[in-house]
């Protein structure tokens, strides 16, 4: 009779540790599901720090407008026109971009960076390196590219999938190259481009 006892009380013990353990789990399951949902807005966040963090009027009004805006719908537009953006700058938003995006629970809509002839060929690979490939809208509308720039616009054009509407015109792209840009994006079907 006392044997039975402890084999019971083994039973009930492990059967007790099970019900622990599976409460655990379903606990931190939950943390980890709640936290995951919260992840889009903790990487916009970064974003809007890093904007806030350049200190000049355009990206801390991006960042308000951000703030303001963004909401767990996981899209965003992200539109730093006539900032006076150099290559530093170009490096920041890349770098904060590619960190949002790593996981891509969130969606970039539309980019533009478009009355930004400060910007030059290094900053906008950057920066065209760091975007999402699902970006429907772009903006680089005179910003004083060359046929240089024009040839990271290609390779941009090349990779994307969802492009809806490309501003490139008013740039210093000779004819050559504007045929070579529009011919980048012949599989966007139904992509506007104005170059």
Do not use: W
């Not at 006076?84 to 960076?113: G, P, R, T």
């Amino acid at each position: 009779m006392k044997q039975t006892f402890h084999i019971n009380k083994r039973k009930l013990l492990k059967s007790g540790a099970l019900i622990l353990f599976s409460t655990l789990l379903t606990r931190t399951n939950l943390v980890i599901a709640k936290e995951h949902a919260l992840l889009p807005y903790d990487d916009i966040k970064y974003l809007i720090k890093n904007l806030r963090n350049i200190k000049k009027s355009v990206f801390l009004k991006e960042a308000d407008r951000l703030v303001k805006n963004y909401n767990q719908s996981k899209f965003y537009n992200l539109h730093l026109r006539n900032a006076k953006i150099d290559v530093y700058d170009a490096e920041l938003i890349a770098f904060s971009l590619k960190k949002i995006h790593q996981n891509q629970q969130i969606i970039l809509n539309s980019f533009s960076i478009s009355f930004n002839p400060t910007l030059n060929s290094d900053g906008l690979k950057l920066l065209l390196n760091s975007l999402p490939d699902h970006i429907h809208s772009l903006g680089l509308v005179a910003c004083n590219f060359d046929d240089a720039a024009g040839k990271l616009i290609m390779f941009f054009l090349s990779r994307s999938k969802n492009l809806k509407m490309v501003c490139i015109e008013d740039n210093n792209f000779s004819n050559s190259m504007k045929i070579n840009i529009k011919a980048s994006a012949l599989h966007l079907i139904d992509c506007t481009m104005i170059v």
